[in-house]
């Protein structure tokens, strides 16, 4: 997860650890591949917000080279895109190389249908979402600041046709080691992780849930921090 420094620095770390992976953003594919049959998807969830923020998703797309996705509700409910570019279980399975989830919380639907991906990548002002448990890459952001930094960051200039692709090992990426242990919520199964902390709540990555204020409540089902038991 990339979360020190500037919007800017963690795009930029971004950008250069997908390029060191050796994804080349001077080609590309169409916006509209079928998602089957897509090297690369940039997907929209509901945390994009309005629909007017789907160009923040149109403008990544073809940064990055790739199609154009979206989680089950922005299809089916607010229809900002047709339904055969919803991505997971019940929807179209991505199984190419890059797959960078905009405002998506990680719904086990949606996991189900990236689960072949080479490389996924997770943007979402939540940074305990459960996307950031299924991904090789994270920012913890919202998704209006960090979009147009990452588009311009791999460039908006009209891009070269890919070649065929090839598949992708995916990248081995250190996880944090843990520094105290999680806890779980009665209510709805909220898991609080210390090395994530509850940016939400002004809780920093690194807290211990002893160390949280006694006021603090589960960000899922508002169940008090009493209501927690140890995993």
């Known amino acids: 997860m990339f979360r020190d420094g500037s919007a800017k620095d ?31 998807v940039v997907s929209a969830g509901k945390g994009i917000g309005k629909k007017e ?5 149109e403008d990544l797309a073809k940064a990055a080279g790739a199609a154009i996705g979206s989680s089950r509700p922005v299809a089916e409910t607010l229809r900002y895109v047709p339904l055969n570019r919803y991505v997971g279980m019940s929807g179209q399975k991505f199984t190419g190389n890059l797959y960078i989830a905009c405002g998506i919380s990680g719904a086990k639907q949606h996991l189900k249908g990236i689960k072949d991906a080479s490389t996924i990548v997770a943007i979402n002002k939540n940074g305990n979402a459960p996307i950031f448990k299924n991904c090789d890459y994270g920012i913890v952001g919202d998704v ?11 460039g908006l200039e009209d891009k070269k046709p890919a ?5 992708m ?23 609080y992780i210390p090395e994530l902390g509850d940016e939400e709540a002004d809780i920093a990555p690194g807290t211990l ?7 603090w409540v589960c960000p899922e089902c508002a169940e008090e921090k009493s209501h927690f038991i140890q995993e």
């Open 10 to 40: 963690k795009v930029k770390a971004l950008a250069d650890a997908l390029r060191h992976d050796g994804y080349d953003f001077s080609v590309g594919i169409a916006a509209d591949t079928p998602i089957v049959e897509a090297e690369r």
């Open 53 to 57: 923020n789907m160009k923040l998703i």
């Open 144 to 154: 209006q600041e960090i979009l147009p930094l990452l588009a311009q960051e791999l």
């Open 163 to 167: 070649p065929p692709m090839v598949k």
């Open 169 to 191: 090992k995916r990248p081995v990426v250190p996880k944090p080691e843990p520094i105290g242990p999680k806890y779980v919520c009665n209510g709805c199964g909220y898991v």
């Open 209 to 215: 849930f002893k160390d949280l204020p006694d006021d």
